[in-house]
């Protein structure tokens, strides 16, 4: 089965390429490489630096003609949203537009969609279920909620089939520093060069930290998952970063020096999100224990540092 990844040179996409390939379906891979890194793109897989905006984006939809696309590529930093929404808006919703209409043109069967917890804004009672209104503070949850509209609509017109799913705080390994949830590898590259961690708050602010490979797994289950459906990839569990910060220190094992700051305007205290939707009708749950992922993060940044 031939899937067409957006943003597979990306954090999370270049982990559902490397399950795409484990199963042996074809995968072909766009990004631009704006925060991702080629050398994420296993060797052999086809390979195209595009713009999800631009109109050559259809010569890769002629010449590979995928069955499924996986949609993972987008501008994903709130705060650059918050100074650039146009850009924002032009990357996330536009750039999905130019997406589905050749998902549509070129008769894919599945799209999948990477959206985000951003998509709530605060949240009114906690976990988060997918039933919880949508109301994002930031551009762009605004932009990927908007995308998702788009999705609704593409289906009921023109039969796309698709599966969105609204990812918690991902992390682990080959995360940028800059993206949207980039506490876990701001805190651990800077714990294994044993310089400070600055937390804004008391640092008992909660997050839902799931890790990447599970998020893959999920992005798999949605292939052959028959319905449109939107789904929280999430684990249910709020994690306090004070929290963070002691796991870590335990998978150092070194003591971290920490500074409080000011908390910063527009922060979300706490947030985490159900997964129950996802376990009964996606098949799927988290299953790498959060300690179990820091450490595997933890390793893998040690060995860029030696290298
Ligand atoms: N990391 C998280 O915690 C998180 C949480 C919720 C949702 N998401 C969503 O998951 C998806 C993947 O994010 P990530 O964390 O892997 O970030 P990432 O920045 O590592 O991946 C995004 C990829 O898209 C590419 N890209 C960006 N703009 C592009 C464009 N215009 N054309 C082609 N390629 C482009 C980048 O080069 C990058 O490789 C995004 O859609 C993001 O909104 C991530």
Same mark, same amino acid.
């Given at each position: 089965m031939k899937v067409l990844v957006t943003g597979g040179a990306g954090f999370i996409g270049s982990f559902i390429v490397e399950e795409i390939i484990k199963l042996g379906w074809e995968p072909i891979v766009v990004d631009d490489l704006s925060t991702g890194n080629l050398s994420f793109v296993p060797k052999n897989t086809p390979f195209y630096n595009i713009d999800i905006r631009s109109q050559s984006l259809e010569q890769v939809f002629r010449m590979h003609n995928p069955q499924v696309v996986i949609h993972q590529a987008a501008q994903v930093s709130v705060e650059f949203s918050s100074r650039q929404p146009f850009t924002d808006c032009e990357i996330n919703t536009l750039g999905t537009l130019n997406i589905l209409k050749l998902c549509a043109k070129y008769k894919v069967s599945k799209l999948v969609y990477a959206s985000s917890a951003a998509v709530y804004g605060i949240a009114k009672e906690v976990p988060i279920?997918?039933?919880?209104s949508v109301l994002p503070i930031s551009f762009y949850g605004l932009s990927k909620y908007s995308a998702e509209q788009y999705i609704h609509l593409y289906q009921q017109l023109y039969g796309l089939n698709y599966t969105i799913l609204r990812y918690s705080n991902v992390y682990g390994m080959r995360q940028n520093m800059h993206s949207e949830a980039g506490v876990v590898s701001i805190f651990v590259n800077k714990a294994i060069k044993e310089q400070q961690l600055t937390v804004y708050g008391d640092g008992n602010q909660t997050r839902d930290f799931v890790f990447v490979r599970d998020v893959a797994k999920a992005n798999i289950q949605a292939v052959t998952?028959?319905?449109?459906? +939107?789904? %929280?990839?999430? +684990? %249910?569990?709020?994690?306090a970063l004070n929290e963070l910060i002691a796991v870590l220190q335990q998978s150092l094992s070194q003591p971290l020096e920490i500074i409080y700051a000011d908390p910063r305007a527009g922060d979300i205290k706490d947030s985490y999100l159900s997964y129950a939707r996802a376990k009964q009708l996606l098949k799927w749950e988290p299953q790498i224990a959060f300690e179990t992922g820091i450490n595997e993060t933890v390793e893998y940044y040690q060995s860029l540092v030696r290298n």
């Open positions: 279920t997918e039933n919880h998952y028959m319905g449109n459906e +939107t789904f %929280n990839i999430s +684990t %249910n569990q709020p994690v």
